[in-house]
């Protein structure tokens, strides 16, 4: 089927290596932000998310780096598996908004 | 298990036919949204409703139409005024300013 991913930032990297994906924010007065994993095919879940009142946060094998200063916000994924592969995507949402806006996302491969 | 349910997963749309994509959640949220998902671009916004028998255009809204007689439930009709509709559809709900559940998504093909 047609890939999500075609056209996007690819990220390669070798199963067992650490993985970072960024994401550069526009709105300086978001305070919620939220990383999302798209595999091929099927909609997007959620990873991770993170409020503005924070600068790191940890999940299993994940963390989320907010850098409010020059809004950038980053994916840390741990030992990438295979399983790992996908389009991963930011989200940021400014106070009082039900609608966040989604950046591009960044396909992640992973090389056994 | 609750959760968001669009159907049907495939979609084939002749010209000149209006086709409708379901979406179902039992997730008791407020607001609902459809996105399109062009290859290699970002989620774009076709429409969104924060209460039943309420919504608002997104930013591609032309060509689409929405119901929300249910809270649960938030159909999206393409119509044949939509001249480009092969795409990737999803479906999202959320509390308000929460992370989004989404669904498993529809592909639309005109044939």
């Known amino acids: 089927g047609e890939s999500v991913g075609l056209h996007l930032p690819t990220l390669s990297v070798q199963e067992g290596d650490n993985s970072i994906i960024n994401c550069a924010y526009s709105?300086?007065?978001?305070?919620?932000f939220i990383w999302y994993k798209q595999e091929s095919g099927k909609g997007p879940q959620f990873i991770i998310d993170i409020r503005s009142n924070m600068d790191k946060r940890q999940g299993q094998r994940v963390t989320v780096l907010l850098n409010k200063t020059v809004k950038h916000l980053s994916l840390q994924i741990a030992a990438t598996q295979p399983g790992d592969s996908a389009v991963y995507f930011c989200?940021?949402?400014?106070?009082?908004?039900?609608?966040?806006?989604f950046g591009r996302g960044t396909s992640l491969i992973v090389h056994p | 298990d609750g959760g968001i349910t669009q159907s049907p997963k495939y979609l084939f749309r002749k010209e000149g036919q209006n086709v409708t994509l379901s979406c179902e959640q039992n997730l008791n949220h407020d607001a609902m949204y459809w996105y399109r998902q062009d290859p290699g671009q970002g989620l774009r916004l076709i429409y969104y409703?924060?209460?039943?028998?309420?919504?608002q255009k997104g930013d591609i809204a032309e060509g689409y139409s929405v119901s929300r007689e249910k809270k649960e439930s938030f159909p999206l009709t393409v119509t044949s005024a939509q001249k480009n509709p092969t795409a990737f559809y999803l479906c999202a709900s959320s509390y308000w300013q929460g992370g989004y559940t989404f669904g498993s998504g529809t592909r639309l093909t005109v044939v």
């Open positions: 409703s924060q209460i039943v028998n309420d919504f």
């Open positions: 709105n300086s007065a978001s305070d919620y």
């Open positions: 989200a940021e949402n400014k106070g009082g908004s039900y609608i966040p806006t």
